[in-house]
Every structure is written in C-alpha cells, then in structure tokens.
C-alpha cells in the first residue's frame, strides 16, 4: 500500500463514507449524501472518485433511475490495509496510517473550534482522555469488546435534529 492510498483513505469525510459502507455494506450517492451531513454534492462526487481511483471502494451495481444511473457503491475490501492482516505492513506503512489517523484528527479537531459556537461547547461537547490501566492480554479484550458494544449500539443512528455528527477516536498502546 503506497502514501498517496493511505492519505485518500483518511480524509474525514472518506472515512465517514467508508464507514458508512462498512455499516451498510453497499449504499447509493444519495444514502451517502444522507449519512454524510450537509455536504454539497459536489464535494461528496469529488470524495468518492478519490476512493475509487485508488480502488479503496467500487461500483457494484448501476440502477437506471428517470434516465439517470445511480450507482452502489461498496468497499473494496482486497485493497484495505489490514485485508492481509497489520503483521505484513512495514513500519513504514504503519507509520503512515498512524501520522495520517493523526492528521485526520486534528482536522477533525480544527473544524470543530473554528465553528461559530466550537469554543463555546467545548466544555459539554470535546474531551481528550488518558488512562494508564494495568489489564491481562484477556481484561484488554474483554474491555475493548464492551467499548465496541455500546459503539456499535449507536452506529446505525440516522441524522436528524438534535444528532449532530460526533466521531470517537481510540489509540491503545502498550508498553513492554
């Protein structure tokens, strides 16, 4: 896996639509555009022609619609980064997705402040949080499979009103 592939695959937005994708498995333009917030359509084409270029997603089906193709999209899970499994990436390639995940975050982060009211909310609606836990390989697993329950019981929410768009980032490391 090249730098250029890692860097499209960790934009914020193609992350949410491969996110999307990976909860539904195959979804339209316009399910993504649903999922996706208040984006121009325009920037939402522009996002998935990086990811197919790249081959990170593909086509899958072609619906003639009213004289227009409405395409379905899916994830291209042979050019993933951890399709052959994270023991054969190289360092190198490690480092990039990490500087990238990184970078994606931070993104994230700046988009956050710079909205009309992201200082005013930081109290209620931002928080970085470090906690060194002593944990057997076993209490790691058993810990990450609930954080990844009560993930997974939100993800198949739908945007409306009162959901604003709110991502949860997790780095775990250990030390020898």
């Known amino acids: 896996m090249n730098d250029n592939t890692i860097t ?13 994708l990976a909860i539904k498995e195959h979804a339209t333009t ?5 999922a996706c917030g208040d984006i121009p359509q325009a920037t939402l084409y522009r ?11 593909k086509v899958t089906q072609e619906n003639q ?3 227009i193709i409405e395409k379905v999209y899916t994830i291209n899970h ?6 052959k ?6 360092v190198n390639d490690l480092s990039s997705i990490f500087n990238q995940f990184m970078i994606s975050l931070m993104t994230d982060f700046k988009t956050y402040i710079n909205h009309e009211d992201g200082i005013k909310h930081l109290q209620t609606e931002f928080g970085l949080v470090s906690a060194s836990l002593f944990l057997s390989d076993q209490e790691l697993i058993d ?22 768009l709110r991502k949860f980032s997790r780095i775990l490391t250990t030390s020898k």
Do not use: C, W
Request: aromatic fraction near 4%; hydrophobic fraction near 35%; charged fraction near 25%.
């Open 8 to 20: 499209a695959m960790m934009h914020p937005l193609r992350i949410r639509i491969m996110q999307e």
């Open 143 to 164: 810990m990450l499979t609930k954080i990844n329950e009560v993930i997974s019981s939100y993800l198949q929410n739908e945007p409306n009103e009162e959901r604003k």
């Open 47 to 57: 996002h998935l022609k990086e990811l197919l270029n790249h081959d990170l997603i």
């Open 85 to 90: 499994g994270i023991t054969e990436l190289t």
């Open 30 to 34: 316009k399910e993504l555009m649903h």
């Open 78 to 83: 042979d050019q993933q980064p951890f399709s």
């Open 65 to 67: 619609i009213n004289g």
